[in-house]
């Protein structure tokens, strides 16, 4: 989505929009990789430690 047309009623996006800040979601929770992607963000990553908390709290693991 291009930075003119991110949502300016949300931080992430207006971090987005007004800097020149690159912003990368660590975390692998769907929900949460919506939310910085619909605002903004250009790329996900994670590590195992964090991929197996998500698991644990949205799946039961």
């Not at 690159?22 to 903004?40: H, K, M, P």
């Amino acid at each position: 989505m291009p930075r003119a047309e991110l949502r300016s009623d949300m931080p992430l996006a207006r971090t987005v929009a007004t800097t020149p800040t690159d912003v990368w979601n660590d975390s692998c929770s769907i929900g949460e990789l919506r939310y910085s992607l619909a605002n903004g963000a250009v790329v996900a990553t994670t590590n195992p430690s964090i991929v197996l908390a998500v698991l644990r709290k949205d799946y039961d693991a």
